[in-house]
């Protein structure tokens, strides 16, 4: 059984477009994340939403949202794509516990290429 | 805020012993974890250490010493398939609890 899982795995489309990633995780985690790696290997946090808070990177264009129907999905929806979207996209999910250092667990990632 | 630095790629051979540092600034710090990637892969947990010293797991061990605001991954007995990129990753102390990654090691093992 697959712990995160995350769908496309794959996925190509035009600039302009809107596309969504889809994530799902079945380790009654209470915590959800969506991670950019880009093609230096930069592994950046976007979001982290658990069914308190949705704490977002500033950083993260508006054109990026997180979409949370429940406590074990978290999508990922992007609009009007551009070409520097072109990444890895990692949904990610934990059970906060400081004491083990938050140990996060990674689907197996979208890859995004916008032409 | 947090920052870590890695060397960004670290090359050895087979059997050899290889150490990854990572040095971190940080205002606040519960500890420091490590995780494997392989090429194409998703990135994957090895080790957490919340307290100074030495943590052993297997074949890899993982050491931290706050004081320096400094810790290490130390891979013996390297395998071909330990070749991978490795990730320190700090923990924040206060609030979200969202780790900082690093940018990264390319580790290439030779044969």
């Known amino acids: 059984d697959t712990a995160v899982s995350q769908t496309p795995k794959y996925l190509v489309t035009q600039m302009g477009n809107d596309k969504s990633i889809k994530c799902e995780q079945n380790l009654g985690h209470d915590t959800m994340y969506w991670y950019k790696q880009d093609s230096k290997k930069f592994l950046k946090i976007m979001f982290s939403y658990n069914n308190k808070e949705l704490i977002i990177n500033e950083t993260v264009p508006n054109r990026f949202s997180p979409k949370s129907p429940d406590k074990a999905h978290l999508n990922l929806h992007i609009n009007s794509l551009e070409l520097g979207d072109s990444a890895v996209y990692f949904c990610?999910?934990?059970?906060?516990?400081?004491?083990?250092?938050?140990?996060?667990?990674f689907g197996e990632g979208s890859w995004l290429t916008v032409v | 805020g947090q920052s870590l630095e890695q060397p960004s790629e670290v090359t050895a051979v087979e059997g050899a012993i290889v150490q990854i540092n990572c040095t971190y600034q940080t205002s606040g710090f519960y500890g420091l974890s490590w995780y494997q990637q392989h090429d194409g892969g998703a990135p994957t947990f090895l080790s957490y250490?919340?307290?100074?010293g030495l943590e052993e797991t297997g074949r890899f061990s993982s050491f931290l010493s706050r004081s320096d605001s400094y810790g290490y991954l130390l891979l013996q007995e390297l395998q071909m398939k330990d070749s991978a990129s490795y990730f320190c990753a700090s923990l924040p102390a206060g609030g979200s609890y969202i780790p900082t990654f690093g940018r990264g090691t390319s580790l290439i093992v030779h044969p």
């Open positions: 990610a999910s934990s059970q906060t516990d400081r004491g083990r250092g938050n140990t996060i667990y």
């Open positions: 250490n919340a307290l100074d």
